[in-house]
């Protein structure tokens, strides 16, 4: 059992940055791929991005390459998603999740994830 807590959502300006921080319990932490989902009202949850287990494979969908990061540092039991230069579109909810095999999961388009954390929202301003 892993349980998530995800951090630093808020409210930024368009073109801003953001931080977000997923910390996970549980003593087989770096065992897990760990990815961030998002979801916008009235629409499904969608990949953002997400990274092996030892850091060494990621993936991201596309409209967040170049401006999105995901990273983790296993001591600290936490996955963050830098965002920067965001867009009013990018205005969701934010999931943290993991599953051991999530990045090939996720290329495939397989998103059903071996554990979720509740969300933190992100509004961005136009």
């Known amino acids: 059992q892993v349980q998530l807590v995800e951090s630093g959502g808020g409210l930024v300006q368009a073109g801003g940055s953001l931080r977000l921080s997923c910390a996970a319990s549980g003593r087989t932490f770096s065992s897990y791929g760990m990815g961030w989902f998002r979801q916008a009202p009235g629409k499904e949850r969608e990949f953002v991005g997400a990274?092996?287990?030892?850091?060494?494979?990621?993936n991201y969908v596309d409209s967040v390459k170049g401006r999105f990061t995901i990273s983790r540092d296993n001591a600290k039991n936490t996955v963050y998603l830098q965002m920067n230069s965001l867009k009013p579109e990018d205005t969701a909810v934010y999931y943290c999740?993991?599953?051991?095999?999530?990045?090939?999961?996720?290329?495939?388009?397989?998103?059903?994830?071996?554990?979720w954390g509740k969300g933190t929202l992100v509004t961005v301003s136009s």
């Open positions: 999740a993991a599953d051991r095999s999530i990045v090939t999961k996720t290329r495939s388009g397989d998103y059903a994830m071996d554990y």
């Open positions: 990274i092996s287990w030892s850091g060494l494979n990621i």
